[in-house]
């Protein structure tokens, strides 16, 4: 039967190693290991602690090499008795999770073994503590939330563009990420390793068309108080584009409300596996299992896997499993919780083993968990769960469990538990148990991984009816200022449509006041006011921590009028603020689009189709599709060519707009 999936990852192939030359079967391993090519191997009886094996798995589902069971399997009398040992099987299970055997690859693993050195280092004890990124560190806001992270002992990283200018701002202990949110190549995945947590405070640069004293005085008293202009990389390149890189680049680490599709088919989204048969028969046993796809046997007809088989315990075995190859590069589930399988019990007590080295005789992380016969369930493994095991023995000097650094899956029914228990719903005969999906998940409450600071105003330029002379400067210039706002709201839309657990936090105009005044938390994008950066980097960090913020938008201003200054005694300062009181009365689902009206979405929406993703560097449009428009519209002269810069392509697209024209690239 072949694969219904789609997805393929392709995986390096393991290097041969068989045998188990250490401990108290390095006699067994070393005897085998000479005489593996001798003719009486043919006839021989392998001791039950023979070996263990661990395979190398790659992202598809091999159907042709598994080993299927005939419907006449089923109808063999099981026996506890000898039975005939299927050396055939045997190697075959070796070739399929080693490959073809290299006496060069044999003998370079024997010398290996017997020298006590190993190609893989032991495994690191998993790191306490995750990371918080902020991005846009250097700025008014991400400053202040950097230097709150440091005073609550919570290890940062920083995304700067300037290194030095971060050093002398930041200090030299901070951990600095150095790349550039509107350039996608400077955001390199392995950088974010270890980003649990996300802070945004990056923003378009606006200041006075006059210029600005060397400490941006001007800046610091707001966009009221100047004319402002755009400085620096565009609304859009900052905004937008740089969010989607943004989002882009910590995805993985700071995952997904939904979870990690590890195997399956579930939304649109597909994941395979290569499952191999791996069963008694390594350790002379006769017991049999396969995994198979059946198109048609998931939940309302739709595709699932199948391990099924039969198991005896004839030749002192008891167990059949499958198990995948090592993947191609170590799965990072580090921003999850624990493993959720979907599947379709039978009443008996299975094992989900996980292992996070590719060694071949190597611990595995091992849950057991009890299925409802003819029932779907979900059945939750928290990492917690998983306890170190190697050959049915807890191993307890084990590393705990590491999700960052998986490897390799494996679904076991056995008569064995651990430690010389054994498991009480084993019935000796056939089996079947479909399974659905493997996925990886975040526990509840979740709460916020990506918390991003916004603005106040980001629904109003297109609000009908709305008075702009009564609204802020940022309001009423929004076009002048190359729409800042409508693109602060498509970056928004990035973030709710993304799947990370997310917080909006939209300041009203931001001062250099100091924490402390009492607050007005709002939703729909109706206040005006003003706010401290301080208070805003506070909000952001509890957010972080409270499921009441998650996947909440809301602005935010003090109490106080723009027109008094705020103080405060360092004597007797203000108490520190319990921010989930504010976050408890936030509702879901407001932004503020929804005063927008039907026609302005739609005009949004087609907007949006019509024009390009970005602007940035030099596009080319066809002379011969647009000339005649472009002439009437801007009045430019073109050759066979038209290389337009960021600057004139902004002046281009303005005044199109204004002409209700609209193109494509």
């Known amino acids: 039967m072949e694969s219904c999936f789609s997805t393929t990852i392709s995986s390096s192939s393991s290097p041969f190693s068989i045998f188990s030359i250490q401990g108290s079967s390095s006699n067994v391993g070393r005897k085998f290991s000479k005489s593996c090519m001798h003719p009486q191997l043919l006839s021989c009886q392998l001791p039950k602690p023979f070996l263990q094996l661990n395979g190398r798995p790659k992202y598809r589902l091999n159907q042709r090499r598994s080993a299927y069971l005939s419907s006449a399997t089923y109808k063999d009398p099981i026996s506890a008795e000898k039975q005939g040992w299927d050396l055939g099987r045997f190697f075959k299970t070796l070739y399929f999770f080693n490959g073809p055997p290299s006496p060069a690859k044999i003998v370079e693993f024997i010398i290996e073994k017997l020298s006590g050195s190993s190609p893989e280092e032991s495994e690191k004890k998993m790191g306490t503590s995750d990371y918080v990124l902020v991005v846009g560190a250097t700025g008014g806001v991400g400053r202040r939330v950097v230097n709150n992270l440091r005073k609550k002992g919570l290890p940062v990283k920083a995304l700067v563009r300037n290194e030095e200018k971060a050093r002398k701002m930041l200090g030299p202990d901070i951990e600095l990420i150095v790349g550039d949110i509107t350039k996608e190549s400077t955001l390199v995945a392995q950088y974010f390793k270890g980003v649990k947590k996300v802070i945004n405070a990056a923003s378009v640069i606006i200041g006075p068309k006059e210029g600005d004293t060397p400490d941006r005085a001007k800046y610091s008293q707001g966009v009221k108080f100047f004319e402002p202009e755009i400085k620096g990389d565009s609304p859009e390149m900052v905004e937008y584009i740089g969010m989607k890189n943004l989002i882009n680049a910590v995805r993985e680490s700071v995952g997904l409300r939904t979870g990690k599709l590890l195997f399956g088919i579930e939304d649109q989204l597909s994941k395979e596996l290569d499952w191999g048969a791996l069963d008694d028969v390594v350790m002379g046993g006769v017991s049999e299992s396969t995994f198979q796809i059946d198109r048609t046997g998931g939940e309302g007809g739709k595709p699932t896997g199948l391990f099924k088989g039969i198991v005896s315990t004839a030749n002192n075995g008891g167990f059949t499993s499958i198990r995948t190859k090592n993947f191609s590069s170590p799965v990072d589930l580090k921003a999850y919780d624990g493993f959720e399988l979907r599947l379709k019990g039978d009443g008996r007590r299975y094992k989900l083993i996980v292992r996070t080295s590719t060694d071949w005789d190597t611990v595995g992380y091992t849950a057991s968990f009890d299925t409802i016969g003819g029932q779907w369930q979900s059945i939750r493994l928290p990492f917690s769960s998983l306890r170190p095991v190697f050959r049915a023995r807890t191993v307890s000097d084990a590393p705990p469990f590491n999700p960052s650094n998986v490897v390799s899956f494996q679904l076991m029914f056995s008569k064995f538990e651990y430690d010389g228990k054994l498991n009480p719903t084993f019935v000796e005969g056939p089996f079947e148990l479909p399974l659905s999906t493997i996925k990886a998940y975040i526990k509840d409450p979740i709460t916020p991984r990506f918390v991003h600071v916004s603005s106040a105003g980001v629904t109003r330029p297109d609000r009908p009816g709305i008075d702009l002379s009564k609204q802020p400067p940022a309001v009423r210039l ?153 002439k009437k519209a801007v009045g430019y002269r073109f050759r066979n060519h038209l290389n337009l810069n960021r600057r004139c392509l902004n002046q281009i697209t303005r005044r199109w707009r204004r002409n209700n024209f609209r193109f494509r690239v």
């Open 478 to 630: 929004n076009k002048e200022l190359d729409f800042v706002l409508t693109f602060k709201l498509k970056g928004e839309d990035l973030i709710r449509e993304s799947g990370i657990p997310y917080t909006i936090v939209r300041p009203c105009a931001l001062t250099e006041e100091p924490a402390g005044a009492d607050l007005v938390f709002d939703q729909g994008d109706n206040i005006t006011g003003k706010i401290s950066r301080e208070e805003i980097a506070l909000i952001c960090i509890a957010a972080l921590e409270s499921p009441y913020a998650c996947d909440k938008t809301f602005e935010v201003k003090s109490v106080v009028p723009f027109s008094e200054p705020f103080t405060v005694d360092p004597e007797n300062p203000p108490p520190e603020k319990d921010y989930n009181i504010y976050f408890q009365t936030l509702k879901d689902g407001i932004t503020g689009k929804e005063s927008l009206g039907q026609s302005a979405i739609a005009k949004s929406t087609s907007w949006n189709r019509g024009r390009p993703e970005s602007t940035l560097g030099i596009i080319e449009v066809e002379f011969r599709h647009i000339k005649e428009l472009v």
